[in-house]
């Protein structure tokens, strides 16, 4: 199994948009009422903050993953929000989703963390990455528990109570 990442073009516009109306993504990505359409164009074009990527295995797309500048996200914002809105430098976010739900639950999830969580170091010096699974998604806390992020506390994000999640470099 080989898993690899490519910045967010253009032309996968049509295959996430399919991946978030489906309700494993759905139900849980976009619970704030965002259509997905409305965000579409920053992925594209970029914000000076987020970084999307596909997730490929064996050159499939399976996957969406995006890492945000945390640093870079307070001081480009208006109005910065969130549970990570005034994070230090260095400090960066993950989220993703495995789109093909029959991919769900076997595992490719950890590996998939572990390998975005060196990208991200080595493309970003970032000295800490954060993460805020929803309490109720035990899937998703457990593979970054496996992927090396230690728990942190619970916070309410005003929408669902999350998971805080962090993963430090060993060598800072």
């Avoid at 009422?33 to 970084?51: R, S």
């Avoid at 797309?61 to 001081?75: E, S, T």
């Avoid at 899937?139 to 619970?154: D, H, T, V």
């Avoid at 109570?161 to 060598?171: G, L, V």
């Amino acid at each position: 199994m080989s898993i690899s990442f490519s910045p967010f073009q253009e032309e996968h516009i049509p295959l996430w948009l399919s991946w978030v109306e489906r309700p494993h993504i759905k139900n849980i990505w976009f619970l704030e009422d965002h259509e997905a359409a409305d965000i579409i164009d920053e992925k594209v074009t970029g914000n000076g903050y987020d970084y999307p990527h596909l997730i490929y295995i064996d050159q499939i797309p399976i996957g969406y993953i995006v890492c945000r500048d945390l640093f870079a996200y307070k001081n480009f914002c208006i109005a910065p929000q969130g549970v990570f809105a005034n994070e230090a430098q260095g400090t960066f976010s993950l989220d993703l989703f495995i789109g093909e739900e029959s991919l769900t639950g076997q595992g490719f999830g950890v590996e998939i963390v572990k390998q975005f969580i060196d990208f991200v170091i080595h493309s970003f010096n970032a000295k800490k990455i954060l993460i805020s699974p929803d309490i109720a998604n035990k899937r998703a806390i457990r593979c970054y528990e496996k992927a090396g992020f230690q728990y942190q506390g619970i916070v309410n994000d005003g929408v669902v109570d999350c998971y805080i999640m962090e993963y430090k470099r060993r060598d800072v």
